[in-house]
């Protein structure tokens, strides 16, 4: 069959039937004009019947026999086969995740059927499930193909990217890449440098020029909370910190390597004792007022309109394991123990209360959340924002052994029958913050996780959702909306083929990836001002102007081309050797479409008019994490190469375009179109380095 038949492309061949020019006929024979109108009428009422009959389960024991599951075949790779070859398919949905795992000795098609099928949507019919509970093994009796399922309705979100870190508001390059997303940090121990005492800056600080810029563009502003000032830290642990100092800086940096250990939280026989809790929460408290424009207490903008944010969290990278350096306090191991930085060591008390830091972190959570939720239950809490550093291979001790986990788990246990508002409030924030750098693109359970074994961000939202799943709320699995605040591909990080150019590249590859994970706003690290390394721009020494590296291009150049549109599905047309990623426009006025999720062909013209496509070319599946090492420094490139291939748009005008800058329109038949015929269909190639795709009819 026509692979291109069941792709993304096709569309609806329009009905060129010639009206009946001869109706004389019927017109002199009014009886043949009854029979026929009746005889049409019951071929109707069947069709639909038998529709009817085939889609909607009657009764439990209809329910019990569902036979019908749509979904793109695909092959797991040969690492996922046991050993009699089973689960060796998959069915998955528009986003990669896995719908059923298919045993192709249950299916009674031949295997040369179904190889041909792969990557195509397919309808499997006659089910029986063999071993529940997960993983599926499923028998099935009919495979088919299916020119498009569509049938459910999703919900196509505003693909939101932005600038993590530090993006100046006054800085003309912030503006310049553009953004939708903004993220800032508000440092108490800059605005309450002693007890007591505020400094909010009236709207001329670093923070509040970036709430006015969110404001300015109308995007949602996400803001940090952290960094505790002198007073509100325990002396014993103050001197603790000395042993976290890293040996190669010198102490006038300490300050900036190691700002502060965990905030007292009760420790009695410290003389800050634990007054210090109740000023952080009242400090939170007059944050939230401040921004949360319901016209008390709120800090105006230089318009004289209150200033207004969207969320708060508390603390960046509270997760960090080690030295605690880095405003990341809440997660030290004691070095005293060690062996191995991670695994073995005694969980870290830096504030000497007697209970480990991430415990503490936990129930400071819970007063977090409930204090900005008093001020104004509008604003939203996210959780900190997530390195995921145990996950890096040395340190994964087992998923329960993560900071996440763990602090899921205390709040859990102590909380659903000692607080009273447990059930809603659980777990104590509404939306997850996480981090992901592409160093740990081939970390192992990133890897295992993403069923479209692209690993990556996907595997590591995928881990993140698993490890939510694991704890309920009112009766189901645990679900949390993502934020990725951070995303990023430092250059130069170690000698080696990491160049800028794989920079700008894999800033296109991963933000398509992001969005596909369903994680409502996607931001990179950073633009260059906080952090040389992972800058869009490289920023020099005074009075150098910066120079903007290739990925500053990119960035803008994927900016102008997602602004306004929301990711739809991955492109499965061929799956050994492609990652696809489809975006679709959303409607101006909102931030997110009711709109036919699976085959893009079942789409109003003017989406499929308007298309996206995000490609570009792969190795083979299996191959793709077969380099050694994923840790900081080693550099992932794909092995072995991947290959140039060639893809059918069905479009009679395409415009492509790539990370920097060059473009190129094609027309059907046309200089460009590889199949050199006017055939309704454009021919390209498509190699590694990634190219936007739109479709213009
Ligand atoms: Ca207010
Ligand atoms: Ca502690
Ligand atoms: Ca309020
Ligand atoms: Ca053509």
Not at 378 to 398: A, C, M, P, R, S
Not at 539 to 567: C, E, I, M, T
Not at 581 to 596: D, R
Request: aromatic letters at 12%; one cysteine or more.
């Amino acid at each position: 069959m026509d692979p291109s038949q069941t792709n993304q492309g096709v569309i609806p061949a329009p009905n060129n039937k010639p009206e009946n020019s001869s109706p004389s006929l019927l017109r002199r024979n009014p009886l043949i004009t009854r029979f026929i109108g009746i005889f049409a009428g019951l071929i109707v009422i069947i069709v639909l019947g038998i529709f009817i009959y085939q889609n909607y389960p009657f009764g439990q024991a209809a329910k019990a026999s569902k036979e019908f599951y749509t979904g793109y075949l695909v092959k797991a790779s040969q690492a996922k086969c046991d050993k009699n070859n089973q689960r060796c398919f998959r069915l998955l949905d528009s986003t990669g995740k896995v719908i059923l795992f298919i045993s192709p000795d249950g299916i009674k098609v031949r295997k040369s059927a179904l190889m041909a099928m792969l990557g195509q949507l397919v309808r499997i019919k006659g089910i029986k499930i063999d071993k529940p509970p997960e993983p599926l093994r499923v028998i099935a009796t009919q495979m088919e193909s299916s020119s498009g399922e569509a049938s459910k309705q999703g919900l196509i979100r505003k693909a939101l990217m932005g600038l993590g870190g530090y993006s100046p508001a006054d800085s003309p390059y912030t503006r310049e890449a553009g953004t939708n997303s903004k993220s800032t940090s508000l440092y108490w121990r800059n605005i309450e440098p002693t007890m007591g005492t505020f400094n909010w800056g009236g709207g001329t600080t670093g923070a509040e020029r970036e709430i006015q810029l969110c404001n300015d563009l109308n995007i949602p502003c996400n803001i940090m909370i952290g960094v505790a000032p002198a007073w509100a830290v325990t002396k014993s642990s103050q001197s603790l910190l000395a042993n976290y100092q890293p040996k190669d800086k010198t102490p006038s940096n300490a300050d900036w390597y190691c700002p502060e250990a965990p905030i007292n939280m009760n420790n009695p026989s410290d003389a800050n004792d634990n007054v210090v809790k109740q000023h952080f929460v009242d400090f939170v408290k007059k944050a939230a007022e401040r921004y949360d424009g319901d016209g008390i207490d709120d800090a105006k903008g230089s318009n004289g309109r209150p200033l207004t944010v969207q969320s708060f969290l508390m603390y960046n990278e509270m997760d960090y394991y080690e030295r605690n350096c880095g405003q990341a306090p809440w997660n030290t191991k004691h070095p005293e123990d060690d062996g191995k930085p991670f695994e073995g060591r005694r969980d870290g008390d830096l504030n000497k209360n007697g209970k480990p830091d991430w415990q503490d972190y936990a129930d400071l959570q819970k007063d977090f959340y409930y204090a900005v939720k008093e001020v104004n239950p509008n604003l939203k809490v996210n959780f900190g924002t997530y390195g995921n550093f145990e996950i890096l291979d040395q340190h994964y001790n087992g998923d329960e052994k993560t900071f996440l986990y763990k602090v899921l788990a205390h709040l859990q246990r102590t909380y659903s029958s000692s607080d009273a508002k447990f059930a809603q409030s659980f777990p104590y924030f509404d939306v997850m913050n996480a981090h992901y750098y592409e160093v740990y693109h081939c970390n192992t359970p990133f890897q295992e996780h993403d069923e479209y074994s692209v690993g990556g961000v996907r595997g590591e939202i995928s881990w993140m959702k698993n490890i939510f799943a694991k704890f309920s709320k009112e009766g189901k699995l645990l679900e949390r909306p993502f934020v990725l605040s951070e995303i990023s591909d430092p250059y130069p990080f170690s000698a080696g083929s990491h160049q800028e150019e794989v920079m700008a590249i894999n800033l296109w590859k991963i933000f398509a990836q992001s969005f596909s994970t369903g994680a409502e706003e996607v931001r990179w690290y950073d633009l260059g001002f906080g952090d040389p390394q992972f800058g869009l721009l490289e920023v020099k020494k005074k009075p150098d102007l910066p120079r903007k590296r290739p990925a500053f291009g990119a960035y803008q150049r994927l900016f102008n081309n997602l602004n306004g549109y929301g990711f739809h599905s991955i492109d499965f047309s061929n799956y050994d050797n492609l990652e696809g990623y489809l975006f679709v426009p959303v409607s101006a006025s909102s931030t997110s479409n009711k709109i036919k999720t699976g085959n893009l062909a079942n789409q109003p013209s003017s989406i499929i008019n308007n298309s996206k496509e995000i490609l570009w070319s792969i190795p083979t599946r299996p191959d793709f994490c077969s380099l050694k090492g994923s840790n900081w420094g080693n550099v992932r490139e794909p092995v072995p190469a991947p290959p140039t291939i060639q893809k059918r748009f069905v479009a009679t005008s395409i415009h492509t375009e790539d990370p920097f800058g060059k473009s190129q329109d094609i027309t059907d038949g046309k200089t460009g179109d590889l199949d050199a015929r006017r055939d309704g269909k454009i021919t390209i190639n498509i190699s590694s380095a990634p190219l936007i795709v739109t479709v213009k009819n």
